[in-house]
């Protein structure tokens, strides 16, 4: 990574990343410090680092994957820093765990998933979104019929509304994606 | 494949399985990931209590805030520094502005404001009676008779109806520019109606017969007390040469008389509208009837039903409309009215949502930051768009 400066994002791509991004890398985040507020810190940080390219970056691609990894150093060298100075009681052993490779990764998974799936649902028509939220959830279409009053036949022409307008959507924001991060 | 692409690649079919509502994940696992980890994933991402409480986090993180401070650090230039707070601010605030998408132009110094006795729109409405008595209707101001009660911000009818022998009495519910207003008719049939707009509707219906209405012009938003409620009385309302017949529940109306089409969406339940001499056409939900008053010519389409009828929620909400028809939009709330210089910038499009309780200044502003209009001028009650 520290080759040398061959990529830097443009401020349309800088804006887009820290609109879609900022708010689940902070919870992101605190799922490693408790504390909420270090946790936007670190992520601040981390973007400021970002724009002011003390960072370079090989190609787009890794930019996210650096965001991720740069928050997660961040928040573990915050940790590590903390129990010396003992103000906080967590066990070596918890930050052993949390620096395994697996326990990132499946953080950063559940991270991008749900920005993945927000973003699909906030394409949707208010009824559309309240079902297909439901059925994440793992709801039956009976189930989904109850909560919201509403016959199953509506549910499931709905859910057919819903992935007819997702398929595009998705083919969309994955587009969108390649063309900022490849 | 290097690792972190995988973790984004299977990131990516994750969501789709889940959107899809499938529930078996058979997509190849990152070799990094045991049956552990996975189940972690996925209890994450479909527990309602996890999805509840990861939004909960979510949703208090302030991205304003956070985008001021990074700004503050990397914008050490004050001219860019203006530049983007608003540009970015305004595509961040999501429900007071329009997300802004282009920044490639330069800003211009200060738009002119001459006067500016804007105001932003409020619920108000004129009611005549049937001996053609008008009541201003204002916030603050009440008025009740034997039949009828407001507060000033709504209308409600008494739930009376009459037998054949008695003579219908129409009333009518006019709202100005800068204006909207709820009425609830006798029937319990509910109307948003929007600004510039007119209504004529009997104070009482008759039993046994077609409740009718007629929305003489603009635009309204009817949530129709069933039949069975009513012994099987039919709604039907009127609006230019349309008739919609109701067979149950929600749907707009926009008919205003400076504009060539009829626009009907349903939101719910099932319409028919008819032409005149044409067969009934009938809606499903999220399609829309669009009548061309001048060809009589009718097509039905499938809408965004939440784009549509935004208006009733406090919001005005646009996919890729022309300026020129936000403008129209804008002019009837806050009751201005609007010229293009440049009859080239008429047909740029938009897409956002705006807040009906935002100043018109501030709207424009964020309009002109996109760079795509030079510069906007407020004189008095007209707006110069360069």
Not at chain 1, 68 to 83: C, E, G, H, M, Q
Not at chain 1, 164 to 169: D, N, Y
Not at chain 2, 363 to 374: A, M, Q, V
Request: aromatic share 10%.
């Amino acid at each position: 990574m520290e080759k040398k400066k061959k990529y830097k994002l443009s401020l349309k791509e800088y804006k887009k990343l820290f609109e879609s991004h900022y708010a689940s890398l902070c919870v992101f985040s605190n799922t490693f410090i408790k504390d909420s507020e270090i946790s936007k810190d670190i992520v601040q940080e981390i973007f400021i680092k970002i724009w002011e390219n003390k960072i370079s970056f090989n190609s787009k691609k890794t930019v996210k994957s650096f965001l991720f990894t740069a928050v997660r150093n961040k928040a573990l060298d915050y940790l590590k820093s903390s129990i010396h100075k003992k103000t906080e009681s967590h066990a070596f052993e918890s930050i052993i765990n949390l620096e395994t490779e697996s326990v990132f990764l499946r953080e950063v998974v559940i991270t991008e998933t749900s920005i993945i799936i927000e973003h699909a649902i906030n394409t949707l028509p208010e009824k559309c979104a309240e079902i297909i939220k439901l059925s994440i959830k793992e709801y039956s279409n009976a189930a989904i019929a109850e909560s919201l009053s509403i016959s199953i036949n509506t549910v499931k022409a709905q859910k057919k509304i819903a992935y007819k307008r997702l398929r595009p959507v998705l083919k969309e924001y994955f587009i969108l994606i390649i063309s900022i991060f490849d | 494949m290097s690792i972190s692409k995988k973790i984004f690649t299977y990131s990516k079919k994750l969501a789709n399985l889940i959107l899809s509502g499938k529930n078996s994940f058979e997509i190849e696992l990152p070799e990094i990931f045991d049956k552990t980890d996975k189940d972690y994933i996925v209890s994450n991402l479909t527990e309602t209590s996890k999805i509840n409480k990861r939004k909960e986090k979510h949703d208090a993180i302030d991205k304003i805030e956070g985008w001021n401070h990074i700004e503050k650090n990397i914008f050490r230039t004050k001219r860019r520094s203006l530049y983007w707070k608003y540009a970015v601010a305004a595509s961040i605030a999501v429900v007071t502005s329009f997300s802004i998408f282009y920044f490639n132009k330069k800003s211009n110094p200060t738009s002119v404001v001459v006067k500016n006795n804007i105001l932003i729109g409020t619920d108000k409405a004129t009611l005549t009676l049937e001996d053609g008595t008008t009541i201003a209707l204002t916030k603050g101001k009440s008025f009740t008779s034997k039949n009828v009660n407001s507060n000033g911000e709504k209308l409600i009818y008494k739930n009376i109806t009459l037998n054949h022998q008695e003579e219908v009495k129409y009333n009518y519910l006019t709202i100005p520019r800068g204006g909207q207003f709820f009425i609830q008719l006798s029937d319990s049939t509910k109307v948003w109606l929007n600004s510039e707009s007119q209504l004529k509707y009997p104070s009482q219906f008759i039993s046994g017969e077609t409740r009718t209405i007629t929305l003489n012009y603009g635009e309204a938003y009817f949530e129709v007390s069933p039949s069975k409620a009513h012994n099987g009385d039919a709604f039907k309302v009127i609006s230019s040469s349309q008739e919609v017949n109701v067979l149950g529940t929600q749907f707009n109306i926009k008919s205003y008389k400076d504009e060539n089409f009829v626009l009907t969406t349903l939101v719910e339940g099932k319409v028919a509208v008819n032409i005149g001499n044409k067969d009934n056409q009938y809606l499903e939900p999220n399609q829309q009837t669009v009548f061309n008053k001048i060809s009589k010519e009718i097509s039905v389409e499938n809408v965004d039903v939440t784009l549509e009828t935004s208006w009733r929620k406090g919001l005005f909400r646009f996919k890729n409309k022309p300026l020129k028809d936000i403008m129209v939009v804008l002019s009837r709330w806050y009751n201005i009215d609007f010229s293009f210089q440049n009859k080239d910038l008429e047909a740029i499009k938009f897409t956002g949502t705006l807040n009906k309780k935002q100043q018109l200044e501030s709207i424009l502003s964020n309009i002109k930051n996109t760079g795509f209009i030079n510069d906007y001028k407020i004189s008095t009650d007209t707006i110069d768009i360069k």
